[in-house]
RNA sequence: GUGGAUGUAGCUCAGUGGUAGAGCCCCGGAUUGUGGCUCCGGUGGUCGUGGGUUCGAUCCCCAUCAUCCACCCCA
């Protein structure tokens, strides 16, 4: 079979690993999504938009070239004129390059956030999917661990109004600056390179391509040989051991439990001093549903001014799978009708259809829904039901006839009754509690 | 990229080498203008796709695509 044939024979699906969210789920990232609006305005975070795609350079000098979402995750094509283009497979860097382009790094301060989709052309895998959803948030120009301290407090609130806390455990660890780092990178080789014999393959790749990222391999036959590896810690800067104290102090002070984990280290090379990580083990093998650090060294790197920065991401479809595992998701976060509106023949529809209007422009907050479609009485009414709606407002020659309705109610014992549709927005709002 | 499991109705799943079933959903009826419960009836499937073996394949074999789990990677 020819590929032309494979693909006019074949029905045409969503691509691998990128998903439609559904009616059922919607209200979900609904939920979610004004959380997140809500407590980023409370700490006076200001809201940016990047265009999904950037070229491909933006990403390989700032991700770094070896890693394995450069060399094999990234979406990469060429645009019309030859310009090599990339699906941003992470959002600080296109944020800081935003952030450069327009100005803002320029003696001032930014706390910025963002959210919106990314891809890595990764296998999916429960949590992990090729086009996924990041809030990302990110703050320029402020290089103590004050502002550090913070952006774990927002995100410890944030899980708070979720009802996570207790779930998610945050890891802490410093890198140190990126001397400290390029230094200790050395030393850990050296170390490697003397036990490459108990190395396993995946250890033996990575120890040109990220051989810090050794220190958190999974396996057990390597256990003993990692616990005797020079720590990360013992080789801090004392600027970096001291700002990592402070934030730990801050932290402390706030009540927020952590968790030092010496072999944590990220993936991504523009970090430096601080990273963190929440983690939490209600969702298999991708448990990390919050990370970041510093860049210090990123906003040069990319061709800027030398500016200290701090930031994290969050994994929404990790979150809001942890929210459902949970059943944390409020039953209000799904909206429902207050009323339905139906007719009995095609006057009274049309009559159904207009005092819809005239109800919704005399009460905003009512939610109602005019039934379309036809249909028989009996019909209409179990569609009334079916809409959840509390009231079920029936137009028959009747009612056109004495200028009423009658109001059923769908979720109480209690008898039907008729109102005159003069003044039934007034008696609806006191009826439905709602203005 | 590697390993394993699974693809049958819109959904959840039975099933057999002789071209298919249940429950839920949906539609209609029992109830001339009244939902939820009950009863009766009905719609709906190229058994993921392509090939092979066979008189005959949804079932056996191969390939492919998709989903899930783990590795890897990471949010």
């Not at 609006?37 to 991700?63: C, D, K, N």
């Not at 819809?356 to 009512?366: D, H, S």
Request: aromatic content about 6%; overall charge negative.
């Amino acid at each position: 079979m020819s590929k032309e044939q494979a693909l006019s024979d074949k029905k045409i699906q969503a691509i691998r690993g990128m998903n439609d969210l559904l009616p059922d789920q919607s209200p979900y990232w609904q939920y979610f999504e004004a959380q997140v609006q809500t407590l980023m305005q409370r700490y006076g975070y200001a809201e940016v938009r990047m265009p999904i795609v950037e070229q491909t350079a933006l990403f390989a000098r700032s991700i770094g070239e070896v890693t394995d979402i450069v060399e094999k995750e990234m979406y990469t094509f060429d645009d019309r004129n030859g310009d090599s283009l990339t699906l941003r497979p992470e959002g600080t860097a296109s944020c800081v390059r935003a952030a450069m382009q327009h100005g803002l790094l320029h003696n001032q301060t930014q706390r910025l956030w963002y959210q919106g989709p990314m891809f890595r052309h990764e296998r999916p895998q429960k949590g992990r999917y090729r086009q996924f959803h990041q809030v990302g948030v990110e703050t320029f120009g402020l290089e103590g661990p004050d502002i550090d301290a913070e952006l774990i407090l927002l995100s410890a609130r944030l899980w708070k109004q979720l009802g996570l806390l207790e779930h998610v455990t945050l890891e802490l660890n410093s890198l140190g600056s990126l001397e400290a780092r390029a230094a200790y990178r050395d030393t850990l080789v050296a170390y490697f390179e003397q036990h490459l014999d108990l190395l396993d393959e995946d250890s033996r790749r990575r120890l040109t391509s990220n051989p810090l990222r050794i220190l958190d391999s999974k396996n057990p036959d390597m256990a003993a040989m990692l616990d005797a590896a020079p720590q990360l810690m013992d080789h801090l800067d004392a600027e970096s051991r001291e700002h990592f104290e402070a934030l730990t102090a801050t932290l402390d002070a706030a009540g927020i439990g952590y968790v030092i984990n010496p072999r944590l280290v990220r993936g991504l090379d523009y970090y430096s001093r601080t990273v963190f990580e929440w983690t939490t083990s209600a969702l298999g093998s991708q448990g990390t549903v919050c990370a970041g650090g510093r860049y210090d060294g990123l906003v040069e790197q990319l061709g800027g001014k030398p500016t200290p920065a701090v930031g994290f991401a969050m994994g929404i479809e990790r979150l809001i799978l942890l929210l459902e595992t949970l059943d944390l998701v409020p039953d209000e976060a799904t909206p429902s009708l207050d009323l339905y509106l139906l007719g009995m023949d095609a006057a009274a529809s049309r009559e159904a259809l207009l005092l819809g209007e005239t109800l919704r422009e005399a009460l905003p907050a009512l939610r109602v829904q005019v039934h379309c479609g036809g249909g028989s009485f009996k019909s209409q009414i179990k569609k009334a039901d079916k809409s959840g709606a509390r009231l079920a407002l029936l137009l028959g020659e009747n009612e056109l006839a004495e200028g009423s309705v009658t109001v059923k109610f769908l979720r109480d014992e209690r008898e039907q009754c008729s109102l005159p549709r003069d003044g039934l927005a007034a008696a609806l709002s006191e009826l439905l509690n709602v203005a």
